[in-house]
């Protein structure tokens, strides 16, 4: 696959193509052309290329047991739990 624009790249990257994922939505922060569509200017097509170059150049990764397995208890929830036991700890002890 040979991608000529940015969105073709994007495409290729969001479908599987560059096989280093499984085919769904990939969010970038800044992904190819953003700086360039600001600019109001193109990507060169060069550019273009050695990033497909790039993307397509590492082996496909396998997928781990562990990639599919969800979190056993979010880091969030703990951090919530012990915030309010010291809010509870704190009623108490100022009651007392």
Do not use: H, N
């Not at 624009?5 to 800044?30: N, Y």
């Not at 109001?40 to 170059?53: F, K």
């Not at 739990?81 to 809010?87: D, G, N, P, T």
């Amino acid at each position: 696959m040979s991608a000529k624009r940015p969105d073709q790249l994007r495409g290729a990257i969001d479908s599987g193509k560059t096989r280093d994922k499984v085919a769904g939505r990939d969010p970038a922060a800044a992904p190819l052309g953003t700086d360039e569509e600001a600019a109001g200017t193109p990507v060169p097509p060069a550019a273009v290329a050695q990033a497909m170059r790039d993307e397509t150049s590492r082996p496909a990764r396998e997928p781990r047991d562990t990639d599919a397995k969800p979190m056993a208890f979010p880091p969030t929830l703990v951090v919530l739990i012990l915030m309010a036991l010291a809010v509870v700890a704190l009623i108490w002890w100022l009651a007392s």
